[in-house]
């Protein structure tokens, strides 16, 4: 069934090389995908080339995975800044670029433009609903949201979640790249934003700096609680810090963008941190600090 459905599947593009981009496009071509990741700017790509090799030689230094795979795999990954030539010979395009409903519209209108009629458009987006992105194109039954968790290399979830117009034929394809790529599917029935898990998440954050902003406790208590009390793998501080805060604060505007609910707005701390220009872990400092 995933290999009928894959059959025409070859190659995916996948467009930002950030956080989240370029450890999608690893994935994929660890699966076996052609695979080419595009950025507009030529630092990130070697910037994300570079944290790739890095992770990958790591990984087989610690017996994870075997040298051949990896040298197969960056035989099937490439980078470029050509948007339009990358996405002309895409059978599937994933979008993995920043957090700003116009960007992803105007990628969306383009990638309808430069893709092959059956190519199907997946957004990584962490709140924007493909709905909103789908009517800047002409295919909107052939537009989803596929969304990855950070680390994409190691968390094993998927979110898959259909625009009241994406066809059940899209979900199934991308069903199974998300098999392919050794992902458990979270398949939604419709659009919410935030989808499922990043709402659980969420809730709970927004209760840590409650506690915390009201003085309860401090943030690396906190964090503490949500380890060794819960028994979750992070904290929602040392969370915040690996998501990058600037790109939570992204998620929680997109969301009061598409809801215009006050409750959907972030969290006056978050905002703070935001404005200091310290965004966690890719700047060195956030919550915590990463220096040295
Ligand atoms: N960071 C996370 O934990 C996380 C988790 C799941 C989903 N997401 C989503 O993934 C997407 C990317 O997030 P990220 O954390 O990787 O962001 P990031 O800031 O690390 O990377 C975004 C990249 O996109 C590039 N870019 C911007 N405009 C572009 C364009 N027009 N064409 C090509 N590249 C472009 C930027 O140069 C940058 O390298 C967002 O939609 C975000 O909501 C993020």
């Known amino acids: 069934m995933v290999d009928d459905l894959l059959q025409n599947i070859r190659r995916i593009a996948v467009i930002g090389s950030g956080t989240m981009g370029s450890q999608i496009s690893m994935a994929c071509a660890l699966a076996g995908f052609e695979t080419t990741v595009v950025d507009i700017v030529d630092e990130a790509l070697e910037k994300a080339e570079a944290s790739l090799r890095s992770r990958m030689e790591r990984d ?13 795999a960056f035989d099937r990954l ?25 960007i992803k519209r105007k990628l969306f209108a383009g990638f309808d433009q430069a ?3 059956h190519t199907i458009l997946a957004t990584n ?11 800047a194109t002409n295919r909107a039954d052939k537009v989803c949201n596929f969304h990855f968790f950070n680390p994409a290399l190691v968390m094993k979830a998927v979110e898959i979640v259909p ?34 898990a990043n709402r ?3 809730a709970l954050r927004d209760e840590a700096l409650n506690l915390y902003q009201a003085g309860i406790a401090s943030y690396e208590d906190i964090d503490v609680a949500a380890r060794d009390a819960l028994g979750h793998p992070m904290g929602p501080f040392e969370l915040m810090d690996l998501v990058g805060i600037d790109v939570s604060y992204f998620i929680d505007m997109a969301e ?22 310290d965004y966690g872990r890719k700047t060195g400092r956030g919550w915590y600090n990463y220096e040295n």
């Open 163 to 196: 625009n009241d117009q994406t066809s059940t034929y899209t979900i199934d394809v991308m069903c199974a790249v998300a098999q392919r790529l050794g992902k458990h599917v979270v398949q939604l029935h419709r659009e919410i934003p935030g989808f499922v």
């Open 256 to 277: 009061y963008d598409q809801t215009g609910q006050d409750a959907a707005l972030p969290h006056p701390v978050l905002k703070e941190k935001y404005e200091t220009g």
């Open 200 to 202: 659980l998440m969420n």
């Open 125 to 135: 987006s962490s709140t924007i609903v493909s709905s909103q992105v789908a009517d």
């Open 60 to 72: 087989v230094s610690k017996g994870r995975r075997q040298q051949a795979d990896v040298d197969a």
């Open 78 to 102: 490439s980078f470029s800044t050509d948007s339009d030539q990358v996405v002309s010979g895409a059978d599937v395009v994933i979008e993995a670029a920043t957090e700003n409903l116009e």
């Open 115 to 117: 893709a092959p009629e």
